[in-house]
């Protein structure tokens, strides 16, 4: 019996020196918060694209290895040369934001690898920069056009990163330096046209305060010839009845002067 059992106790001796060996030999990954793992098993079909790993702790086999991606919103910021649509080299300080899309980590990193940023985002963003910048003189950069710039260059980048697992957020363009002779030119140019702006606006001011000017005069004639026209003898003559009457029926000691005329009124003077 004591025979028998030996084998038994050694085999159970043997798995459980295995287990230890594998558990103490095995990777203890923590992903953190805002970060993806894609896991690569040697011995059992390689990468693993169907399955990504959330944030917490892993156990990992020691033959296996485990990718660990940012899938946070980054930034990052791209200084080039460009040339304008009349050939002019323009100097850009572009920021572009982007993330990368949580549940297709396995596919980035089968086609792409870790250093996505280099091989794919950055090389987008100088082939759009350049082919937008390129439709535009300087003047429109520096001034007019920015925006539409902007937006053009960040649809362009988008188009040819929405099929490979990324997602851009915005494209901003920092500063553009031009040299110095143009960009002295330019701003000459953008304060003619400011005090051109503003000239005519103050011409279309002056131009509506005379034309207010103006219909106050024609009132105050039409209101005038109004007055006139409406004024005879009678009315002054009942007028002036209504008048006396009033200063007659006040408490009021008068003196009462005749006038003179046949139509004369007399004319009630106060004491006090």
Known sequence: MKNKKVPVILGVAAFGLILVLIFSTSSFVTIDA??????????GGGLDKEHVYGQGFHVVAPWNTMYI?????????????????????IHVDLSFRYKVIENEVGML?????????????????????????????????YSTKRDDIQTEIFENTDLGLSKKHIVIDAVLIRSVRLPQTIQTAIE????????????DFKLVKETKEAERKRIEAQGIK??????????NDKLLKWQGIEATKELANSNNSKVVVIGSG???????????
């Open 109 to 141: 990193h089968d086609e792409i690898g870790t250093t996505y940023e280099s091989k794919l985002i950055i090389p987008e963003i100088r082939s759009a920069t350049r082919q937008v910048i390129g439709k535009y003189l300087p003047e429109e950069l």
């Open 34 to 43: 805002g970060f993806t793992g894609v896991l690569f098993k040697k011995f």
């Open 222 to 231: 039409d209101f005038q010839e109004i007055v006139s026209n409406g004024l």
């Open 262 to 272: 046949k139509d004369g009124m007399p004319l009630i003077l106060g004491n006090n």
């Open 188 to 199: 000459s140019k953008l304060k003619q046209e400011q005090e051109a702006a503003e000239y």
């Open 69 to 89: 991606y940012d899938t946070r919103i980054l930034e990052k910021t791209e200084e080039m040369d460009v040339l304008a649509k009349n050939g002019l080299t």
